[in-house]
Structure formats: structure tokens, C-alpha cells
């Protein structure tokens, strides 16, 4: 039984290794791709991964269920939304009863906008009234009582214009002239039609409460450039969305063509980088001797040298040093790695024929986008709510019983909800980035153990293993970003209340608190850099083979390391490729939005629309960067596997396999091969066939 079970092993091995697409043919598990079947290593068959970790997630959206219901019970949105007086009554809502107070719980719903009087002591207690209209110039109050009644900036109201505040006796909010509840003036002010706010047009009103008003319209004061902006783009709608589709466009077709010019492309930026610095090297040299022959003339006709001169002089000097030495690096390191470089141009090629051969993946960075703007809305409606829970309190200012202001402090378990939800909220971002990374991974895996031939679709079939298998996977890699981008928060909260309590002993404990929370940012933004790169090698690792996250962290980590020059290369090629493709594809999209625009009289300001869609063109370019990027690491990954595969089938393109060959030594190679208790040795040779490589590629 023992040896016919070997023979018919050899014979389902010599049949695998001679089908031409696929490593495996059947399962019968619970969890079977019946369209794309790896085998990991160890004959393991894809199966879920990392359940207990999709688990944790499941019940951490459970807390967040409850933080959100929290929220919505004791949150008060519309105070964000229209703002509050002073009292704690929302403006344009008829209001219950918060505080202790005759002027609490009013109806306010013919009196929409939020104004602040400038009537008080201090900024922290600045009388704020909802008003029926916003002051559209200045107005003074004194002279002129009863048309600040008519607008509502004022307590006590008219026959005509009724009032449901009551004046207080005395206090700040008595008002001038006395009792009247009104401030001196009413300062112009300009309509927010959203936040239903009276934003003040001038700074330096009178009253006591000045500074309020002032901090308040210091940020929003320049309401008509902000105004003649949005005009030019509402006159300029049409020509926006033809831009940014046309940055789409550009973007599709510098990558589908990139494997016709990638390679002048690198090679004409890495020497171009280099006869820049040499040149700027000669430059600023001359500019040194210039500068050190004009010393030296002041110096024998006796006129004096001034420090900057000589600083000048110095900074020319030592700054052609720098830039020698910088373009001798480049060309060491260019050197160094010019077969590895070349090997990534040719990765590159491969990377544009796979993106071109499943147009399908160019979806997955509008349906990120569309996810995570889902997030982003879901998630600050109910932060909304979440940070206007406070508990309604009377500011008893002067010893005033009847006419406080309100107070809002915060409940006993807000702090806890609070960083909950600030995790939640990148947990969930990183899961939807994460869940695009995987699936552009299967993607590329799929064509190409397919050897170049895949159906349409292969995003939704990526996308549907990943959600059948592999959701797990994604909720510990994207927990790991998360965890590292709450703890750079936290940090930065610490350094806040650090560098405040240091500001008040001495300059120098609060340099050393600053250096060190320096430090630490740098540690922090390191290791969230070198984590996204493990795992989105891990991903790939995952999409390969159905492995769990963290074997798939081992293999890819230990791929990394062997074949550590190429995709430090690979690296090198992807910043020159992907930054000459977003500068293209912003310039472009600036020369022809200019061009367009150029003799519309509608659009005033010509230059920042321009100047906005260039920018919006660099972000939607480097979304389409993304997709190259993450195809170009996938295939480098699969690659290094495939040469390492000792067994099955290879799927390398003659390609990428005619730099296996020439670094493959001609020479006889013998392998030790166990089996059935004996040792044999088999020799091989690696010329005309790819040779399995354990030490990379």
C-alpha cells in the first residue's frame, strides 16, 4: 500500500507539474474556490483565515453600536448645526427647559441665526442671542434701539418685534443703554447659510466681549474672496467635471502604454538627476569663488567684510560639497544597482500588460473612495452627535441666580466613548484600504498563474475571495495600522498637555519635551511605514496561497530579506515612475483647464481653478499610481515564489525569466531528495529552464 500510495503521488506530481494554469484541481471544504485554487505550501488548500480575529472586529462594531446609541440619546447635533444662545436654546427649534434660568427654554423658531452681542465680562461668557436676521451693516444700538429690536441682537423686544427673552435686572447682559439687553453696536455681519451663523464682517466691535467676537471672525473674515471662489467654480462646473474625467484618461493611458517608454523614462530621470546635481554642484562653486574673489578685492582696498558676506561665501562652498556628494550617492547606488534596476523596468512592463489585461482593476480606487467618503459621512453625523452629549449647567458668574448662562460638561463616561469612537474611525478606514490592497493583489496573482490569461471580472472575483476567505486577514492587518496611527494620536494629545505644563517652568525642559516628543513622532511614523509595507507584502502572501496573516508576514518578510536589493530597486523605479506620471497628468490637466478657461469672462479667478484641479489631477493620478504600484510589488512577490518553487508548474514570462537566466550558473547543481528512507541525488541542469531558487531571485 506504501509504495503504490508513493507511485501514485509521483503521478499526481508529474501531472501538476505539467498543467499549464493551475496547482491544484479540487476541494471539498466549506470554504472552496472553485475558480482559482492554490495550494500552500505543505499541500494546505485555501480555506478562512484568521477568524478569531474577524470575530473581535464583529464584536468591536458591536461596541461601536452601542457608543453610537450613547450618542444618540444624550447628543444634541442641531447645536453644531444652528448654534445655541447663551442659555442653552437652539436657534430655529422650540426648546425645553436645560438650565435654571427665566431666558431657558424658549421658542426660538422664528429666530435662526446665532449672533454674539460682544456683552460681557470675559470671552468664556460673551452674550450669544439667536436673532432673527444678521446685521447687514453696522448699526448703533444706542441711537438706534429699535432697529437692533427688529433684527433680534437686543433681549428686550417691541410692540412690533416681541421678544421672548426677559432683561435681567443687572449684569453683563443688562445691556446699553440700561436695560435693554442690547449691546452698543451691532456689528455687519455676513449670512452662513449652512451653519445658520452670523459671522461678523469687521473686527474691533465695542463692548466688553470684543475679543469673542474677534477670535470668532478673525478665521472666516475673508468671506468675499472665499465667496468670488465659489462663484469661479460654479461658473467653471462643466469644465471640472471634463477635467477630471480627462485626468481618469490620462491616467489609464500612461499606464496602459507604460511598458513602451518606462525604460527611457528611469533611465532619462536617474541621469537627468544626476547631471542636475553636478551641474548645481559647478554652479554654486562658482558663485563661491565669485563671492570669495569679491572678499578679497574688499579686502585689499581696505573696505570691510560683512559676517553675512562671508556666511554667503560659506554657504555657496559648502553647499557644492553637499551636492557632490549627493551625485556621486546617486551614481554609486545607480551602479550598484543597475541590474536590478533593469530587472524592475522589465517588472514594470509586466506590471502594464497585467493592468491592461483586467481593466477591471482601475474600479477598485473609485469604490475605496466612495467607501471611506461613506465612512467619513457616517462617522462625523454620529460624532456629531457624540461630542455635543454634555450635561447643560448654570455658569453662575457675579453671584447671578436667575440670568446664568449655560455650562456644558462633559458625562462620566464621555472620555471612554470619545477615544473608542477616534479608533473605531481609523480601524474602519484602514479596513477598507486594506480590503483594496488584498484584492488588487489577487488580482495580479490570478493573471498570472493563469500565465497572462485571465476572464473579465477579475476585480469582482478578487474582491468576492477576499470577502468569502479573507476578511479576517484584513481586519488584523488593518487593526495593526490602526493601532499604530491611534498610539501617534495619543501622542500628540500628551505632547499638547506636556509642552503646556513645561512652557510655564523653563525654556529648557521645554525644549527637551519638545525634542523628545520629536523623536518619538519620527519612531512612530517609521514604524507605521515599515508595517504597511509588511503587510501589504503579507496581503500578497494571502492572495497567493490562503495563508493567515502573520504566515504570510514570515514568508513575506523572508522574501523581502533574500531578495532585499530588487525591491529596494523596484522602490526606486516606483517613486521615479509614479511621480513623472502624477506630474504629467497635473500639468497636463492645468494646460488645458488654462486653455479652456482662458477666454471665460465668467470665471474670475482663473488661476486657483486651475490650481485646484491640477491638485485634484496629482491625487486621481496617484490613485491610478496606486494600482501600478501595488501591481508591480504583487508581481515581484509572486515572482521571488516562483523561484522558489522546487515542485509543480512555473508561470514566469520569458520576460522576467531571461534575467533568472543570466545570473543562472551553468554548472551542475545536485539536490538531495528523501524518500521511501533512502537519500538520492539527483543532478539538474538550469540552462533552458527555470532553476528553483532558495536565496532569492
Same mark, same amino acid.
Given at each position: ?129 439667536? =436673532? ?41 447682559? !443688562? ?112 558663485? !563661491? ?20 558676506? &562671508? ?158 476567505? !479573507? ?39 521645554? &525644549? ?89 469672462? =465668467? ?19 496617484? =490613485? ?42 551553468? &554548472? ?24 528553483? &531558487?532558495?536565496?532569492?531571485?
Amino acid at each position: 500500500c506504501k509504495a503504490k500510495t508513493e507511485e501514485t503521488t509521483a503521478e499526481e506530481r508529474a501531472r501538476s507539474t505539467s498543467r499549464p494554469s493551475h496547482w491544484s484541481s479540487t476541494m471539498s471544504s466549506c470554504c472552496v474556490d472553485k475558480d482559482l485554487d492554490f495550494v500552500a505550501p505543505g499541500g494546505r488548500k485555501r480555506r478562512c483565515t484568521d477568524l478569531v480575529f474577524l470575530g473581535a472586529f464583529i464584536l468591536f462594531l458591536i461596541g461601536l453600536f452601542y457608543t453610537i446609541s450613547w450618542s444618540i440619546e444624550y447628543g444634541e447635533p442641531s447645536r453644531l448645526l444652528y448654534g445655541a444662545d447663551s442659555y442653552g436654546n437652539i436657534c430655529g427649534e422650540t426648546n425645553k427647559v436645560r438650565i435654571s434660568s427665566n431666558n431657558s427654554g424658549l421658542d426660538m423658531s422664528n429666530r435662526k441665526h446665532q449672533y454674539y452681542t460682544g456683552l460681557g465680562d470675559t470671552a468664556s461668557n460673551t452674550l450669544i442671542v439667536c =436673532a432673527r436676521k444678521c446685521p447687514t451693516e453696522t448699526i448703533n444700538c444706542v441711537a438706534n434701539e429699535a432697529l437692533c429690536q427688529e433684527l433680534g441682537v437686543c433681549l428686550k423686544g417691541s410692540v412690533s418685534f416681541p421678544s421672548p427673552y426677559e432683561v435681567p435686572d443687572s449684569g453683563p447682559d !443688562h445691556g446699553t443703554p440700561a436695560g435693554s439687553g442690547c449691546p452698543e453696536e451691532a456689528v455687519r455681519s455676513l449670512q452662513s447659510g449652512l451653519l445658520q451663523r452670523c459671522i461678523p464682517d469687521q473686527v474691533g466691535a465695542i463692548g466688553a466681549g470684543r475679543d469673542a467676537i474677534n477670535a470668532f471672525a478673525e478665521g472666516v473674515n475673508q468671506n468675499s474672496y472665499l465667496n468670488d471662489i465659489f462663484e469661479s467654480f460654479a461658473a467653471a462646473q462643466e469644465v471640472c467635471i471634463y477635467m477630471l474625467l480627462i485626468a481618469c484618461a490620462l491616467s489609464y493611458v500612461i499606464i496602459t502604454l507604460m511598458k513602451y517608454f518606462v525604460k527611457p523614462l528611469v533611465w532619462g530621470c536617474i541621469f537627468g538627476m544626476i547631471i542636475m546635481l553636478v551641474y548645481m554642484s559647478w554652479f554654486l562653486f562658482n558663485r !563661491h569663488e565669485a563671492a570669495d574673489e569679491a572678499i578679497k578685492e574688499d579686502e585689499q582696498q581696505g573696505v570691510p567684510v560683512t559676517d553675512d558676506e &562671508k556666511r554667503e561665501r560659506d554657504f555657496y562652498y559648502y553647499s557644492s560639497i553637499c551636492f557632490v556628494v549627493f551625485a556621486v550617492i546617486v551614481l554609486i547606488v545607480t551602479l550598484f544597482l543597475r541590474t536590478d534596476i533593469r530587472k524592475s523596468i522589465d517588472l514594470y512592463k509586466e506590471a502594464s500588460e497585467a493592468i491592461r489585461a483586467m481593466p477591471s482593476m482601475f474600479i477598485s480606487p473609485f469604490l475605496t473612495y466612495v467607501w471611506l467618503l461613506a465612512i467619513a459621512v457616517f462617522f462625523i453625523v454620529t460624532g456629531a452627535y457624540l461630542v455635543t452629549t454634555e450635561k447643560h449647567a448654570n455658569d453662575l458668574y457675579q453671584n447671578e441666580t436667575t440670568f446664568g448662562h449655560v455650562k456644558y460638561v462633559d458625562r462620566g463616561n464621555y472620555d471612554g466613548h470619545f477615544w473608542y469612537f477616534v479608533f473605531a474611525v481609523l480601524w474602519c478606514s484602514q479596513f477598507v484600504i486594506a480590503c483594496e490592497e488584498i484584492s488588487l493583489a489577487g488580482c495580479v496573482t490570478e493573471w498570472y498563474v493563469n500565465q497572462h490569461e485571465t476572464k473579465f471580472g477579475a476585480l469582482f472575483r478578487s474582491m468576492y475571495r477576499v470577502t468569502r476567505y !479573507h476578511l479576517g486577514t484584513v481586519a488584523v492587518g488593518s487593526a495593526i495600522i490602526a493601532i499604530v496611527q491611534f498610539m501617534r494620536i495619543i501622542l500628540e494629545y500628551v505632547a499638547v498637555k506636556l509642552e503646556k505644563a513645561a512652557a510655564s517652568t523653563s525654556p529648557l525642559v521645554l &525644549k527637551l519635551v519638545q525634542f523628545f516628543t520629536c523623536c518619538c513622532r519620527c519612531c512612530l511614523w517609521c514604524l507605521e511605514k515599515c508595517l504597511r509595507f509588511i503587510n501589504r507584502n503579507a496581503y500578497i502572501e494571502t492572495a497567493l496561497y490562503g495563508i493567515d496573516f502573520f504566515s504570510g508576514c514570515y514568508r513575506a518578510v523572508n522574501t523581502v530579506l533574500k531578495n532585499i536589493l530588487t525591491f529596494g530597486a523596484i522602490n526606486f523605479v516606483a517613486f521615479i515612475v509614479i511621480f513623472m506620471m502624477k506630474t504629467l497628468v497635473a500639468l497636463g490637466v492645468a494646460a488645458i483647464a488654462f486653455a479652456w478657461l482662458q477666454d471665460d469672462d =465668467a470665471v474670475e479667478l482663473k488661476g486657483v481653478v486651475v490650481f485646484v484641479l491640477a491638485v485634484l489631477a496629482w491625487f486621481i493620478a496617484d =490613485a491610478f499610481g496606486g494600482i501600478f504600484s501595488t501591481t508591480a510589488d504583487t508581481l515581484l512577490l509572486v515572482f521571488a515564489e516562483d523561484c522558489a518553487q522546487t515542485t509543480g508548474p512555473h508561470y514566469a514570462s520569458e520576460r522576467l525569466l531571461k534575467y533568472v537566466h543570466s545570473h543562472t550558473d551553468d &554548472k551542475e547543481e545536485s539536490v538531495t531528495e528523501k524518500g521511501g528512507g533512502e537519500d538520492r541525488n539527483n543532478t539538474l541542469r538550469a540552462r533552458g529552464s527555470l532553476k528553483p &531558487k532558495q536565496d532569492g531571485i
